[in-house]
């Protein structure tokens, strides 16, 4: 259909309205012939034949247009979602893992996921290699402390940050003389992606 002009559209809006040609003449101060033109015109335009099948083809076009755009629109937000959400918590860990292996250049500091997978690691003053485990992206922490007990220091202080409080442990065991700090990574809904962890020397010892 082609376009309407403005006027057009001002008629075709009041008469969705209810409003009859001599009201919208009196609305729009011109005369009734003149109404009737542009409804000439609007119904050439439609391709149609009388007022009300214009009115109901134009109403039923644009429906349709703009239902038509709003599943483009959908589509192409839920594949922006898709395409950035893998993306997210390493973006979000790089940044903040940039500031603090500024601060704490002998540290190990990592990011993991909710399911405590680590996605990037920044070895400072240990080898990738440390207490006979490889230190790597992928790794869980459970694998990276050698336990599946969730009450084990390491483990527990990841987990409390998941629930967006910061947590400090000193480690045990094979693990005694180091410091762990952790902290909930967030989105800018301040809903926790993941976790940002730091693993330092105590020091003196």
């Not at 755009?69 to 839920?78: D, H, K, L």
Request: charge should be negative; include cysteine.
């Amino acid at each position: 259909m082609n376009k309407l002009s403005p006027r057009e559209e001002e008629i075709v809006a009041l008469c969705t309205q209810g409003l009859t040609n001599e009201a919208i003449a009196h609305k729009l101060g011109i005369s009734i012939g003149t109404v009737n033109t542009y409804w000439l015109r609007i119904r050439l335009k439609a391709g149609t034949s009388g007022k009300t099948e214009s009115v109901a083809k134009i109403i039923s076009e644009r429906a349709d247009t703009a239902l038509r755009a709003a599943n483009v629109e959908r589509e192409a937000v839920q594949r922006i979602i898709a395409e950035n959400e893998q993306h997210v918590v390493d973006l979000r860990a790089a940044l903040a893992l940039f500031q603090l292996a500024m601060e704490q250049i002998k540290s190990t500091v990592w990011a993991t996921d909710r399911d405590l997978h680590i996605h990037i690691l920044a070895n400072g003053e240990f080898p990738s290699k440390h207490f006979g485990v490889v230190w790597e992206p992928g790794k869980t922490v459970y694998e990276v402390f050698k336990t599946q007990d969730d009450k084990h220091p390491a483990v527990a202080c990841h987990l409390t940050a998941l629930t967006g409080k910061h947590c400090n442990a000193r480690l045990t065991g094979e693990f005694a003389n180091l410091s762990l700090r952790v902290s909930p990574l967030l989105d800018e809904h301040d809903d926790v992606l993941g976790c940002i962890s730091i693993l330092n020397t105590v020091a003196g010892e």
